[in-house]
């Protein structure tokens, strides 16, 4: 196995595990992080993400993931998320597909791809269905997010 195979691997296997510390040991200091919520992430605020999501699962979240491939500049896999989404309680199975850039035996890029109106369908249910394709929802959604994000970082590491 590729050792950047084998790093991807590490990475889902951490979160699985719930273990957030070993998840961001698999990013660059400099990592760019992009998926349809959290935009343009960088650095410690990917790690920090990641933490959060963690913590906020409460042990309630199943992680899988297959087709791991990688060689010395890319790689990707496929994952899923099961969890209950915090706000509402509705179950959620979010299927992802991630493409990842290495540098320095780490993952520099990580781009994550799902459709924003397949979670918000499950997440929000009514409305994710009937609005969540809308800018005005998904907007919200990432607005809230990032909020939520920011105030995470600033109790937990002092503005980084």
């Not at 990013?27 to 993400?49: I, R, W």
């Not at 924003?116 to 929000?124: E, P, V």
């Not at 990432?142 to 109790?155: A, M, N, P, T």
Request: overall charge positive; hydrophobic content about 40%.
């Amino acid at each position: 196995m590729h050792t950047n195979q084998q790093l991807i691997h590490s990475f889902y296997t951490a979160f699985k595990d719930g273990d957030a510390t070993a998840m961001g040991n698999c990013y660059h200091p400099e990592v760019k992080f992009y998926d349809p919520v959290f935009e343009d992430l960088q650095g410690k605020e990917v790690t920090m993400m990641w933490k959060m999501l963690v913590e906020r699962s409460k042990g309630n979240l199943t992680i899988n993931f297959n087709n791991v491939v990688g060689d010395d500049k890319s790689g990707s896999a496929s994952w899923e998320a099961l969890y209950a989404f915090s706000k509402t309680g509705r179950m959620v199975h979010n299927k992802i597909e991630a493409s990842f850039e290495f540098a320095d035996g780490r993952i520099l890029k990580h781009t994550d791809t799902f459709s924003l109106w397949r979670w918000s369908s499950m997440a929000l249910g009514m409305t994710g269905i009937l609005l969540g394709f809308t800018p005005l929802v998904k907007n919200k959604i990432r607005r809230q997010s990032q909020q939520l994000l920011k105030k995470y970082i600033d109790e937990h590491s002092n503005g980084f």
